[in-house]
């Protein structure tokens, strides 16, 4: 068996999923403003 992809991490969460991430790049910021009008509690990791 193959092990699991996700491998958990506090420091490589927040690097890739993170707001300041999120906001970097037009894409980032596309999954910001989308998760904002569904009203999501947490916009970014």
């Known amino acids: 068996m193959p092990k699991r992809t996700y491998q958990p991490s506090k420091v490589k969460r927040r690097r890739t999923l993170g707001f300041r ?3 970097r ?3 980032g910021r596309k999954v910001l403003k ?3 009008l569904k009203h999501r509690r947490r916009l970014a990791a």
Request: charged content about 65%.
């Open 21 to 23: 991430e999120r906001n």
């Open 25 to 27: 790049t037009a894409d």
């Open 34 to 36: 989308r998760r904002r």
